[in-house]
């Protein structure tokens, strides 16, 4: 359609990069042609009109012509070379039949349906049951932030933000995490003191693993003190957090690796790492959980620019871990006693450990000096819960179901103070659950169908005729408050009626006949067992009600 408008408007003898070449010649010559009728009518008076007109006219074509150059460009060369057909004028990508539409979720995100749903709000409803004994309270912020809030918070990870274009004259940015949009609510509103939980999606231009329940679009659960409180007493309810939600939701054996940011530090500095590289030598070393350690020393030498000799001395502390014998240890190391910030960090995590034993947890944690974090708020204790062997199970089956870190957090002391106006700081610890990849293993573990309603009976009726009576009797278990549904066909088989019950596990039928209503009855059938009494119209809905709190 395209190349026919092409030649009535002008000699147009080919197609594709040829035919583009001419059709440029065209307008190269049609706005030469404007030029110079442009100074005919400056120069030639008696024939003014007549040259307005020619103007005009050649005006329009080099419009026209400007017009089938962009339709042209979106013509697209198939595989075999020839021609795709133009989209119709006003057709959109989601016109019907648009062969190039392509129907796929975006890069690193997926669909869940009802029975991924299902599994996901359970573990969900645990993680803030959890939550909630611990007496924090929920706040939620934008998805989106300005830019200069999320940026120089990441350290090297900060390349992973998903930009945004300019939106009314702000530049925007996804939230990487709910860390930082806290600390920004902290710091705007002077909250002083806050026992929080988030859970909510952040998006990371990240390289996708399914397998490991790693997304570009995710949920977080995070769990955060702010305030200004005695040494280790919220870092360590963060670890019981941590070690509570794990255990309730079942995925298996974990441990959580604790390490403090000051004796990190310490540690380069006794190691002759240049200050102003710690932060990208935390970067290295945090990638020891997946990384062999050569792979790690060789990034370090010729990526980061250490010596050879300074990354064979980190690497004799990074191999270690234990617990409070661990600390003792390494408080009587002579070149961690000459740096007092190596000192504090020792003190921190002797009193941490205690801690984590009265709370009964000391099983559950490891001191491990490689454990690095790379954010660079963090300033004091941090932590990284980890499953052991597969992360789903174990068996032979699962072996693909890999997750490695399931949780993470530390202390950010300095971070609120950048988004206060007097610069005020809020001391904040906090852990961050990843849900994600719980679900994973959930998912990969889950067997046989799982229920994906709430559904506690079912009207059904015995015989046709009575869908206006299902529809009163199905209205009263509404208002008494229990969860009801019946068929949306007036006349459904009883058969038909059972089976949708057991299909979705629904654990009662409540069964309307004419015989039984004259009586003044009902039928309860329990779906699980296909056991069926008569219930009195009038009481049935307490003996109901009390069944269902019993099982």
């Not at 910030?341 to 947890?361: N, P, T, W």
């Not at 004419?514 to 009494?533: H, M, N, Q, Y």
Request: aromatic letters at 6%; one cysteine or more; charged letters at 30%.
């Amino acid at each position: 359609m395209i190349l026919r408008q092409l030649r009535s408007a002008t000699v147009l003898p080919g197609v594709g990069r040829a035919g583009g070449s001419l059709l440029r010649r065209h307008i190269s010559s049609a706005r030469s042609s404007t030029l110079l009728a442009s100074t005919t009518v400056q120069t030639a008076r008696p024939d003014e009109e007549r040259a307005r007109q020619r103007l005009a006219q050649i005006n329009e074509e080099v419009q026209k012509l400007l017009a089938l150059k962009e339709q042209l460009k979106q013509c697209t060369v198939e595989d075999a070379g020839e021609p795709a057909v133009p989209k119709p004028s006003g057709a959109t990508e989601s016109t019907p039949g648009n062969r190039n539409l392509s129907l796929k979720t975006p890069k690193g995100t997926r669909d869940y349906g009802p029975e991924s749903m299902a599994l996901r709000q359970r573990v969900l409803d645990q993680v803030i049951r959890v939550f909630r004994k611990h007496g924090a309270e929920t706040i939620d912020t934008p998805v989106f932030e300005l830019k200069e809030v999320l940026t120089g918070k990441y350290g090297e990870d900060s390349k992973l933000i998903y930009d945004l274009k300019d939106q009314g004259g702000e530049i925007l940015a996804l939230r990487y995490d709910l860390t930082v949009p806290f600390a920004r609510y902290v710091g705007m509103g002077n909250v002083f003191n806050i026992k929080r939980y988030h859970i909510a999606k952040v998006y990371r231009r990240d390289n996708p693993q399914i397998t490991r329940g790693r997304y570009r679009e995710f949920y977080q659960c995070d769990f955060d003190i702010a305030g200004t409180y005695d040494p280790m007493l919220p870092d360590a309810e963060c670890v019981k957090v941590v070690c509570e939600i794990l255990s309730d939701v079942g995925v298996g054996e974990f441990v959580v690796k604790l390490n403090h940011r000051k004796l990190l530090d310490g540690m380069f500095e006794a190691c002759g790492v240049p200050a102003d590289k710690f932060r990208t030598a935390c970067s290295s070393v945090d990638k020891l959980d997946k990384t062999p350690w050569a792979e790690v020393k060789r990034e370090m030498v010729e990526e980061k620019g250490l010596t050879e000799d300074t990354v064979d001395r980190i690497g004799e502390y990074v191999t270690l871990h234990g617990g409070p014998e661990l600390v003792d240890r390494l408080a009587a190391d002579e070149k961690l006693k000459q740096i007092p910030s190596a000192m504090e960090g020792l003190e921190d995590m002797r009193l941490l450990l205690q801690y984590c034993d009265i709370f009964q947890v000391a099983n559950r944690v490891s001191f491990d000096l490689s454990l690095a974090r790379g954010l660079d708020y963090y300033t004091g204790v941090i932590y990284e819960a980890v499953l052991l062997g597969s992360g789903a199970g174990g068996g032979a089956e699962e072996e693909e179901i890999t997750v490695g870190s399931v949780a993470g957090g530390g202390r950010y002391d300095n971070l609120v103070g950048m988004f206060n106006p007097k610069r005020k700081q809020v001391p904040c610890v906090g852990v961050s659950i990843g849900v994600e990849r719980l679900f994973s293993i959930i998912e990969a573990r889950a067997g046989g169908k799982t229920r994906t309603n709430e559904t506690q009976v079912y009207v059904a009726s015995a015989h046709k005729g009575l869908h206006l009576k299902r529809l009163e009797m199905l209205n009263k278990l509404w208002d008494a408050d229990v969860k009801a549904e019946h068929s949306y066909k007036l006349n459904p088989k009883l058969l038909a009626q059972l089976q949708h019950c057991e299909e979705y596990q629904i654990p009662y039928a409540i069964i309307l006949g004419d015989g039984e209503l004259s009586r003044g009855v009902v039928k309860l059938r329990e779906i699980a067992t296909r056991k069926e009494e008569e219930l009195p119209v009038d009481t049935f809905i307490e003996e109901l009600r009390r069944r269902l709190s019993a099982s």
